[in-house]
């Protein structure tokens, strides 16, 4: 069984919106931090968002205001809603949890 499972990618225009989840097979209540990560062609994997255990939340400068990420304990679910995408947005999106990585989602955004 895969521990950590996304989904919600797709290829969206500038401007449009798309909601990533990533469903871990384990329980994430109590988990101290949840992150979303990505990886955009020929750059290196990037943090995008944190959410801790409190719902505290982190952002990368570059999508601060844009991107929330929020948790679901219940669903064993952390989500990343992306709205006003851009294209530099574009890349390969990963979740991270306990040291774990899903396989990730491809977001394409066009122009």
């Known amino acids: 069984q895969v521990p950590l499972v996304e989904s919600g990618g797709g290829l969206v225009q500038a401007g449009g919106s798309l909601r990533l989840s990533c469903v871990a097979s384990?329980?994430?209540?109590?988990?101290?931090?949840m992150n979303w990560y990505r990886q955009a062609p020929g750059k290196q994997r990037e943090l995008v968002a944190r959410?801790?255990?409190?719902?505290?939340?982190y952002y990368a400068d570059s999508v601060k205001g844009r991107f929330t990420i929020s948790r679901d304990n219940a669903k064993n679910t952390v989500y990343l809603q992306m709205n006003s995408l851009k294209p530099e947005d574009t890349g390969v999106y990963y979740c991270?949890?306990?040291?774990?990585w899903g396989q990730g989602t491809q977001v394409t955004v066009s122009s």
């Open positions: 959410i801790t255990v409190g719902s505290n939340t």
């Open positions: 384990i329980s994430i209540f109590g988990i101290d931090v």
């Open positions: 991270y949890i306990k040291n774990l």
